[in-house]
């Protein structure tokens, strides 16, 4: 069983900046795509960013230009750089890693970002 251990949470002003991490139990080249979700309440959760296995990327027109995502091979580990925060960046950022046959989730973490 994957597990995705997520930490980087928190709250920050607007305007500030998180970095978020992801780091799987098993290596990243066996997925897809590694990415970050989000999920405020009383809403569907929605992708932010994606990294795939060849290195491409993909962000929600919401968050381009301010954040960033980005991986670490040898620690199996992917980041989300939020820089210029917004009150309506406000989530739980849930870290996922797709396969052929599953997607793995984690446990979430809460960013809040105050006006």
């Known amino acids: 069983q994957v597990q995705l251990v997520e930490s980087g949470g928190g709250l920050v002003q607007a305007g500030g900046s998180l970095r978020l991490s992801c780091t799987a139990s098993e290596i990243f080249f066996r997925f897809n795509f590694m990415g970050w979700y989000r999920q405020a309440p009383g809403k569907q959760r929605d992708l932010v960013a994606l990294?795939?296995?060849?290195?491409?990327?993909n962000y929600a027109d919401s968050v381009k230009g301010r954040f960033t995502i980005s991986r670490d091979n040898a620690k199996n580990t992917v980041y989300l750089q939020m820089n210029s925060l917004k009150p309506e960046d406000t989530a739980v950022y849930y870290c996922?890693?797709?396969?052929?046959?599953?997607?793995?989730w984690g446990q979430g973490t809460q960013v809040t970002v105050s006006s």
């Open positions: 990294i795939r296995t060849g290195g491409t990327t």
């Open positions: 996922n890693a797709n396969s052929d046959l599953h997607d793995y």
